[in-house]
């Protein structure tokens, strides 16, 4: 196992800001996954878990201790009461995950194709796009727990999945190292064509669309939204949505339907979202004054997609989080509401 010193840790982001790891190490297996958290704890150091580093901002002054990036590979299937069950390592990366699960033909996750970073970010944030979840699919967590160095297998229910959330990134924060990922996988099972996007591409066509044609239809919208990691579009640079839609409750509905009168506009209904109380955060931050390629020195938004705060080249992360700030305070100026980043922060 290679412990390296003061490595560089923007490179391995999608974000691409933030400065050095103090220590940094790749955990291939579960015993390498051991001997760096003794390496850690042997001097005292503080210890951040890095999966693909596209849920992440890092602080410029970087990680004062140890980055431990978890590269356990190798996905093993079997079936199990009409499911196929898919073992895979925390440290596959998720996109061949998933087009491995739609060339065998099962369903569960094709709509969440294209979607960066490792199995193991997946339970984290309860990765989702398109109508579909992964707490829909996992079946378990095989963990390292870090209170009693124990290896645990945490059930769906014990993850405590919710919306971009579970145990992982709120009550259990810092507790677990995710090792494994099984999902339950429905064999010859249809897609899940529900988004509006999705609808609208197989609008003409007659017959149902087949999970490839569904997964490579997600990764083209996704390309066109700069939501699709694609090397040489500068709008890539990004951590995905930068915001999570919020969940309002109905006293705040009527207020903003109040403000939003008062501008001569109207608040957008989208039938997904408002079946769970959600608003679009794309729609506020593009009513707050940031439309789409807004620039603002190095940073920027994507002129793909509102939601997707971008490094330009160039940028620190004090500037990305200056955009932040100010994006959500212009939002919650005008609308009332206020916005939660989704990405993680690292070092601050
Ligand atoms: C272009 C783009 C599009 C995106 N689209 C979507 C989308 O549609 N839907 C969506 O939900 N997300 C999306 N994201 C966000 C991101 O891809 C996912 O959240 C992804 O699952 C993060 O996984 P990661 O391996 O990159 O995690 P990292 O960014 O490395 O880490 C994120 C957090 O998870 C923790 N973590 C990672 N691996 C482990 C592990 N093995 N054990 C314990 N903790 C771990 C880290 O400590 C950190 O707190 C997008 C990002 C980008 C850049």
């Known amino acids: 196992m290679l412990i390296q010193e003061n490595l560089a840790l923007a490179p391995l982001t999608t974000m691409q800001v933030g400065g050095p790891a103090r220590f940094f190490v790749e955990g291939k297996t579960i015993a ?171 609008g003409g066509s007659r017959s149902a669309p087949t999970l490839g044609a569904t997964r490579e239809a997600v990764r083209r919208i996704r390309a066109s939204k700069a939501m699709l990691i694609t090397p040489g579009d500068p709008d890539s640079h990004s951590a995905g949505s930068f915001f999570k839609n919020p969940v309002i409750s109905d006293e705040q509905h009527n207020d903003l339907n109040r403000r939003a009168t008062a501008r001569g506009l109207q608040i957008p209904i989208y039938p997904a979202l408002d079946a769970q109380h959600k608003i679009s955060a794309a729609w506020l931050v593009e009513h707050s004054g940031f439309r789409k390629g807004y620039i603002d020195g190095t940073v920027g938004i994507s002129s793909k997609h509102a939601l997707a705060i971008v490094n330009r080249g160039g940028a620190s992360a004090a500037d990305i989080v200056a955009l932040k700030e100010r994006i959500q305070r212009r939002v919650e100026e005008t609308w009332g509401v206020c916005l939660q980043h989704e990405p993680a922060f690292v070092g601050f």
């Open 32 to 202: 390498e996954v051991q001997e760096a958290i003794r390496f850690a704890r042997s001097r005292n150091l503080p210890l951040f878990v890095l999966g693909g580093g596209s849920n992440l901002v890092i602080a410029d002054a970087g990680w004062p201790g140890l980055v431990l990036k978890i590269g356990i590979l190798g996905i093993d299937e079997h079936d199990k009461d009409g499911n196929a069950i898919f073992e895979v390592g925390a440290g596959e990366e998720w996109d061949k995950f998933v087009a491995r699960a739609v060339a065998r033909n099962c369903a569960g996750v094709e709509c969440l194709s294209g979607i960066p970073g490792s199995v193991g970010g997946t339970p984290v944030q309860n990765v989702g796009a398109y109508g579909q979840e992964v707490s829909e699919t996992i079946e378990s967590v095989v963990t390292l727990d870090l209170r009693d160095d124990e290896i645990r297998e945490l059930c769906n229910e014990a993850c405590g999945f919710n919306y971009r959330t579970s145990i992982f990134n709120t009550s259990e924060r810092e507790r677990f190292i995710i090792l494994r990922v099984s999902y339950a996988l429905k064999p010859g099972g249809q897609p899940r064509i529900e988004y509006a996007d999705l609808k609208n591409h197989f």
